[in-house]
């Protein structure tokens, strides 16, 4: 895989992991509105998959995040990778 291949993947794998928090902030606004029972059903069944696919998805960024400092190590973008 080129470095530059690396880069983008590495940064889509980030980019889809913080989709995931932005969301539930983007949701909280109407769902403190809900009643009790409301809340229950919609948070039961919109979230089932956010374990299932969030989870490995911010894994498989911080594998990404690690595997491409590996390689950029020696070169000038190292630092900036790591910080």
């Not at 969301?23 to 009643?35: N, R």
């Amino acid at each position: 895989m080129t470095l530059r291949a690396h880069r983008f993947i590495t940064l889509l794998l980030a980019a889809l992991g913080l989709t995931m928090g932005a969301a539930h902030v983007l949701e909280l606004a109407p769902k403190m509105q809900y009643d009790a029972r409301l809340y229950q059903e919609v948070t039961s069944s919109l979230y089932r998959f956010y374990g299932m696919v969030g989870g490995p998805v911010q894994v498989s960024a911080l594998i990404a995040t690690a595997l491409l400092a590996f390689r950029l190590r020696g070169r000038p973008a190292f630092r900036l990778t790591l910080w």
